[in-house]
């Protein structure tokens, strides 16, 4: 069984910054897509970041510019760098990747809090 863990959550001052990191228990390299997601309160979980196998990177619209995707395959993690927090940032960030058969795996979460 795959395992994801997610790690760097807390509270920030908006316009503040945050580092996520998630950590695979395999060579993240051999998975197809990596991501993050997020899900505020009262809300559907959306897509905030991708990484394909090949690097290429997809943004939500609300982060680019602000939000940088990128692995560290010395450490098997995929990093989420966040700059210019909005309390609209505020939910929980999840991990994601995607395998071979049509293979998903989830990591349990971290809570970002953007709050003054």
């Known amino acids: 069984q795959e395992h994801l863990v997610e790690s760097g959550g807390g509270l920030v001052q908006p316009g503040g910054s945050l580092r996520l990191s998630c950590t695979a228990s395999?060579?993240?390299?051999?998975?197809?897509?990596l991501g993050w997601y997020r899900q505020a309160p009262g809300k559907e979980r959306e897509l905030v970041a991708t990484?394909?196998?090949?690097?290429?990177?997809n943004y939500a619209d609300s982060v680019k510019g602000r939000f940088t995707i990128s692995r560290d395959g010395g450490n098997n993690a995929v990093t989420l760098r966040m700059n210019s927090l909005r309390p609209e940032d505020t939910a929980v960030y999840y991990c994601?990747?995607?395998?071979?058969?049509?293979?998903?795996?989830w990591g349990k979460g971290t809570l970002v809090t953007v709050s003054s």
């Open positions: 395999r060579n993240i390299f051999t998975f197809n897509d």
């Open positions: 990484i394909t196998s090949g690097g290429a990177t």
């Open positions: 994601h990747a995607s395998a071979a058969y049509g293979t998903e795996y």
